[in-house]
């Protein structure tokens, strides 16, 4: 069986890398970054803003992973319109245009900070941003919505918690930190994006996407109903501590 073609919009950045890193023999994977992917010759280095490129990057792809999207608060008209919002809009419109048929959307945990840090959220609940990287990211999942009605796109929006990349946990543990119970660990995120990837007869959904840490604050239970994915990384265990209530 061919491989399956996947971009993978920023693919420079700390998600992208892990995930490239994981999945290098599986997939044949386009990279698409607004600089250069680190060791791959023939990446697309463009903007969001710019569709003629995405779009030529998405021609004979079966599924777009969206990470790129600049990734906190920042001046709105300046920098997340462009990125966050005409950047995703872009990139759902050259899934559409290609033909692509699965397209996974990184949100963000941002869109859910407004329940408050003891609230138990679950997919259900209403966003609630704090900020207008959140907001950025509901529309981005909203947008997801509208082209899997209108377009038969199929569309898994991944609401990342905190990833907890091997360099960002060095760090941590030189300087005496741990572990947030919002945490992501890298083969929890590579098996969801994996499976979202994979995973046939979802038209839509928006799923949690958190390491097991995160059990009390957060309903993991759709991860198992839509993906057959139960989170196996414990952020705690890993830091040797008992849980942080």
Not at 17 to 27: D, L, S
Not at 37 to 65: H, P, Q, S, W, Y
């Amino acid at each position: 069986m061919a491989r399956k073609r996947v971009l993978l919009t920023g693919s420079a950045g700390t998600i992208g890398r892990i995930f490239r890193q994981y999945a290098r023999h599986r997939y044949d994977i386009v990279c698409f970054d607004c600089r250069p992917t680190k060791g791959v010759r023939k990446a697309f280095v463009a903007n969001l803003t710019d569709l003629a490129a995405l779009r030529r990057a998405a021609r004979g792809c079966d599924a777009i992973v969206h990470l790129a999207a600049f990734p906190g608060p920042a001046d709105f008209l300046e920098t997340i319109v462009p990125n966050n919002i005409i950047g995703a809009y872009n990139a759902y419109e050259a899934a559409a245009a290609e033909n692509v048929k699965r397209f996974v959307f990184a949100s963000s945990i941002h869109a859910e900070f407004g329940h408050g840090e003891e609230a138990k959220v679950t997919p259900w609940m209403r966003p609630s941003p704090t900020n207008v990287y959140g907001a950025s990211k509901i529309l981005g999942e909203n947008l997801g919505r509208i082209f899997s009605s209108r377009h038969g796109l199929s569309v898994i929006c991944l609401r990342f918690g905190s990833v907890l990349s091997p360099r960002y946990t060095g760090w941590m543990e030189k300087h005496d930190m741990l572990p947030t119970p919002i945490a992501l660990l890298p083969k929890d995120l590579c098996e969801i994006i994996r499976r979202s990837i994979e995973v046939k007869g979802v038209d839509f959904a928006i799923l949690p996407a958190f390491s097991n840490n995160a059990r009390r604050i957060r309903d993991l239970s759709l991860l198992k109903k839509v993906l057959g994915y139960e989170p196996r990384e414990d952020a705690y265990e890993k830091w040797g501590v008992g849980r942080i209530e």
